[in-house]
């Protein structure tokens, strides 16, 4: 492979958005595509949504930025908001999901540390998960696809199944920090935890002291019709880790804890030179002021529906391709009988519908959730013509 300048660790595929409105990319060579895939649940209010394109306007002509060494109105501002309408009682604002992840990490064993406990470091992850990138992200992500070649990782995590209760439990020991797992698995192909397997864990951290950690970073945010999507389980974590919707765009993550669970995060434990600051904040505060609106969750619910609803409802026309539906809201997916991401090029390259694959054969749809019934016909239409006329690879 030859070195090109920016660091060739992306398989491209060409499109190259130049400009985007609303639901809509313009590549670089004038073609127009529909994004459902909204740089992976990051999108929200779509592209150039004007209440967050001013506030950062306005913010940037304002105070760009200053060091968290000084008090910080904005931050301070923002957190309150996160405050109000969460479980959480502080926020540490981040620039991605994986420091979001990091925070949520250091938290957890700083708090075992803080109660005189440091021997209970190690957190339970869960197969397929994904946490970002980092070194710390990673050594959670029991996935050799993402390890190899970078240990040694950082220890203390223990590894079950998701979705399987009884094996996460008996993982449980001395060391045992509590467990961190997305309510939703993204990457892992919009596997959604049970029920029984996301009260459970709540239900066996209380009875034996250890800490719920959720990471939020792509089923959060609005993006399930619920503000969080612990919601839809009637459970509260202890910490938690958010990004891509918190921005709409703009690169701000946070970690979310309550006040228990943050005890051991004191002056002088943490710190980022650009989380939280004066920019980050205005395009936080814009994205909230939408996700908020009376109504605006009832759309990704009502959205979300239909959308599923339309893909149900292809299926049958289409069933030497499409499997199955899953997911809540507007975090779906579509489960193919043949490589999905064949398939999601060719929907690219001949339709102009942007998705995203995961996991095993598993097409992401992501849409801003902004996006209207007039959006959901276009998806529903691109993708059954493209699969009329799409011929799996012979070996798929
Ligand atoms: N956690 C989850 C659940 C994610 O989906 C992602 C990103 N796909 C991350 C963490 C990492 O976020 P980032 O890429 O912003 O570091």
Do not use: W
């Amino acid at each position: 492979m030859t070195i090109t300048p920016l660091m060739p660790v992306y398989p491209r595929c060409g499109v190259r958005p130049v400009r985007g409105e609303g639901a809509y990319l313009f590549g670089e060579d004038g073609q127009q595509y529909l994004d459902f895939a909204s740089g992976i649940a990051v999108n929200a209010l779509g592209h150039g949504h004007p209440h967050l394109t001013k506030a950062i306007a306005d913010q940037a002509a304002t105070l760009m930025h200053v060091s968290n060494l000084y008090g910080s109105p904005q931050g301070e501002h923002l957190a309150q908001r996160l405050v109000d309408n969460t479980f959480a009682d502080t926020v540490f604002f981040t620039n991605s999901g994986a420091e979001a992840v990091e925070c949520a990490i250091k938290t957890a064993r700083r708090y075992h540390f803080a109660n005189g406990n440091p021997e209970r470091h190690t957190l339970i992850t869960f197969d397929t998960a994904f946490h970002g990138r980092t070194l710390g992200a990673i050594s959670a992500t029991n996935q050799a696809k993402m390890r190899d070649g970078f240990e040694p990782l950082l220890p203390g995590f223990a590894y079950a199944t998701f979705n399987d209760l009884e094996g996460a439990l008996a993982l449980i020991d001395d060391n045992t920090a509590g467990f961190l797992v997305e309510p939703i698995q993204g990457e892992g192909g919009i596997r959604q935890a049970s029920h029984e397997f996301l009260t459970g864990l709540r239900k066996a951290c209380d009875e034996h002291g250890l800490l719920l950690v959720l990471d939020e970073v792509q089923c959060g945010y609005g993006r399930t019709g619920k503000f969080f999507a612990h919601e839809l389980y009637g459970i509260t974590p202890d910490i938690m880790s958010v990004a891509k919707g918190i921005g709409g765009g703009f690169p701000l993550g946070a970690c979310l804890a309550t006040e228990e669970a943050a005890k051991g995060m004191v002056a002088g434990t943490h710190g980022s030179t650009y989380g939280g600051n004066p920019l980050a904040m205005a395009a936080g505060e814009a994205i909230l002021d939408v996700i908020l609106e009376d109504g605006f969750l009832a759309h990704v619910t009502a959205m979300g529906d239909r959308l599923r609803q339309g893909l149900e409802q292809m299926i049958p026309n289409h069933d030497h391709l499409f499997d199955s539906v899953r997911g809540t809201g507007l975090m779906l997916g579509l489960k193919l009988k043949s490589d999905s991401r064949a398939f999601v090029a060719f929907a690219r390259d001949h339709h102009n519908l942007l998705l995203v694959s995961a996991g095993e054969n598993v097409i992401r749809i992501l849409p801003p959730l902004v996006i209207d019934e007039s959006h959901i016909a276009e998806c529903l239409d691109k993708l059954s013509t493209a699969a009329r006329v799409y011929v799996p690879a012979a070996d798929d």
